[in-house]
């Protein structure tokens, strides 16, 4: 079938404005918006600009927003898009754009390295693994899953209009270590969170959830957090 | 404008070797990472099935059985003394990483949970055992990002989205001697020379001279393809794995766990298949005589579909829950991509291109050799881009989330020792001046060939002539496909002239790589007149030590014209310690 793909183009060396531009492809049903993307890069113009790797929704590259919505373009596919009608392709939005559908992911992972997302431990290390059970384990899983891909960040209103928000993306990550058993820096990570721009900012409009790629209950962990914090002492 | 930096360590690559890697030069010595993606792009994290060491924790086992199992998986290619520094490390590579904070699945007893993986058995080859230590289906997402996480603690220093394009040598009295590198940066266009004492290539596969692969967009093998120019060899590059379980038509991988798990392969004809192939293990065979014998019965008629092109991966066995927690993303590709449902559904599936053997030849503390014997001092390689050789002729499953850890780590700790003691090199007038002139050349030409059609036509070739199974004719289409295409690539024209983000340009530069070592592949495989683990010649059905026990070392070499290149071929023996090469039967 032949599809149309309407992206919004920006390169800062051509000129200050973004436009939107159309191209027709030819794509099947069960191909990717990413195959899409690549077929126009390809065939028709390559100074189309965006990034990619796996292309199979695990590395977290190719967020980006796909009529509207927050996708991996590798993970949709062209017949759950609507393809008789154009499909919208635009950059994530909150973060400054670099070149069509490039942004600079620096304020992002900026966030998350605030939080401190690594296992906090004291005292001398165990020769062989520390215990943990299977429920303490089960604990923290589906905020494991995340590819770091800004999807659920970039679909937050308030990371939108406030600039100096961590987003829920940071807040996942600090969630993963918050609930591990094995970690003993809950204290400093509640208090890097309980901060103004912390997850008090959150205001539940779950965009970020239905964002994930990776089906993590964004906000669910949010809460999780806030919960933590209320109950700390 | 050329800016110009210094380090004692630079590492060039972020996935699981570069990391590891960076966390032990980094708390060493000072230490810069490159990056042509953001360290938690890289392939590692698409590795799925787990990392094995023998720790016990569920059954008996020794390190001695995982030395056995790697070196009678590789088909008795690999250097056992490799292998069996591999094989004993692996249980403190788990150990860190669970001290760093992996999130491993656990026993009832808390323990670190171990499965079933292929070519891993007790006793030497007796029955299959539970070695493979995981987290879900997606133990190389939980080994990227635990490792990134420490990198964050301990401050290593990133350059992301810097493309290394050139290695700089110095000719001295002690041999050729690595002494920095140049990288484009990708968001200005601007070019860094980055002068070290040691350098680590931790750059990863090729995986993208084939059509259909598990690798990513990315794994374009610029690593090796700059060292290969730099005259420096690249050994045993015609063993290329290809995975069994390639999602049909798309090549996502499905990993081998699902069959660790229980999972069956069955033909058209409801068969288990693999009973026939290797009666002991059946389905957790080495990869090389699954994905063989995948093609085989698709070859005879016996595969499923419209084309009777693939064959079935059956979990509809298996307990949902068991399927939800141990194997939920998988499961969720063949939802996505395929639209079937794994709990009620065979998945169509067939073999992908998957990992190289081969690379750059390196002693077991990573030191890069430019021959069979001789460093190259200061410079380093690990993980996919290396050849140690710990994987011989076929790799096993799990066996290269093992290897980054454990050599990587080794190549972080011997490239900060070096530095510590050896002095930065002059580097010559205008370090830069081949990098500058190679990307002028590409975002300047106005030739009239395309980046896409020349990579389409390369993979398309290789998909049909250098895949699961090659003859000497079918090589030599290969190989000729390969020079026609790579007379025309001097005629492409990047559209893009910007300096920004220019990605374009990026994939003229990677497919000159490929091009570079699909010809490499080729040649060496056309060599090689026999059949040896991930290489089956059916003009050569069998493996014969007699001529054949040896690694390939190839050399590029210029022609005496000057103009041209042509590839050398030498030999270095393998390194055997305890194990007697045996016919490899499962």
Known sequence: MDVTVKILRYNPEVSEDASWESYQVSAEPTDRVLDALHKVKWDLDGSL?????????????????????????CKTLIKDVNPSQPISVEPIKGLPVLKDLVVDMEPFFDAYRSVMPFLVTSGNEPTRERLQSQTDRERFDDTTKCILCAACTTSCPVYWTDGQYFGPQAIVGAHRFIFDSRDEGTDQRLEILNDKEGVWRCRTTFNCTEACPRGIEVTKAIQEVKRALIFRR | MVQTHKYDVVIVGAGGAGMRAALEAGQRTRTAVLTKLYPTRSHTGAAQGGMCAALANVEEDNWEWHTFDTVKGG???????????MA?????????????????NRTEEGRIDQRRFGGHTRNHGEAA??????????????????????????????????????????????????????????????IHVFKAKAIIFATGGFGKVFRTTSNAHTLTGDGMGI???????????????????GLAGLGVLLSEAARGEGGILRNSENERFMERYAPTIKDLAPRDMVARAMANEVREGRGAGPD?????????????????????????????????????????VFPTAHYAMGGIPTNIKGEALRDNETVVPGLYAAGEVACVSVHGANRLGTNSLLDINVFGRRAGIYAAEYAATAEFEELPEAPEQLVV??????????????????????????????????????????????????????????????KRFNTDLLEAIELGFLLDLAEVLVVSALARNESRGGHYREDYPHRDDVNFMRHTMAYREKTEEGAGHRIRLDYKPVVQTRYEPMERKY
């Not at chain 2, 088909?75 to 520094?85: F, I, N, R, S």
């Not at chain 2, 004993?88 to 491993?104: C, H, N, S, W, Y």
Request: hydrophobic residues 40%; glycine residues 6%; contains cysteine.
């Open chain 1, 49 to 73: 600009t965006f990034r990619r790797s796996c292309a199979h929704g695990v590395c977290g590259s190719d967020a980006m927003r796909i009529n509207g919505k927050n996708r991996l373009a």
């Open chain 2, 75 to 85: 088909d008795y290619l690999v250097d056992q003394d490799a292998a069996e520094v």
């Open chain 2, 88 to 104: 004993k490390e692996a249980i403190d590579a788990v150990l860190d990483l669970e001290k760093m904070g992996l999130p491993f």
């Open chain 2, 129 to 190: 055992v539970r070695r493979s230590c995981f987290a879900a289906d997606r133990t190389g997402h939980m080994i990227l990002q635990t490792l990134y996480q420490q990198c964050i603690k301990h401050n290593v220093e990133f350059y992301n989205e810097f493309y290394v394009l050139d290695l700089l040598t110095k000719e001295t009295p002690g041999g050729t001697k690595a002494t920095g590198v140049v990288a484009y940066e990708l968001a200005t266009g601007e």
């Open chain 2, 227 to 245: 060292v290969w120019r730099k005259g420096l060899p690249l050994e045993d590059m015609e063993f290329f794995q290809f995975h069994p379980t």
């Open chain 2, 308 to 348: 009777k092109a693939y064959v079935y991966l059956d979990l509809t066995h298996l307990p949902k829950e068991q399927i939800d927690a141990k194997l939920p993303d998988i499961t969720e590709f063949a939802r996505t991509y395929l639209g079937v449902e794994p709990y009620t559904e065979m998945i169509p």
């Open chain 2, 437 to 498: 002139d190679q990307i002028e050349m590409l975002r300047d030409a106005g030739g009239s060939e395309r980046v896409a059609a020349i990579r389409a036509e390369l993979q398309a070739t290789m998909d049909i002539n250098a895949q699961v199974y090659r003859d000497e004719g079918s090589l030599k289409q290969a190989l000729s496909d390969i020079e026609g295409l790579q007379a025309r690539y001097v005629n492409i024209s990047v559209q893009d002239k910007g």
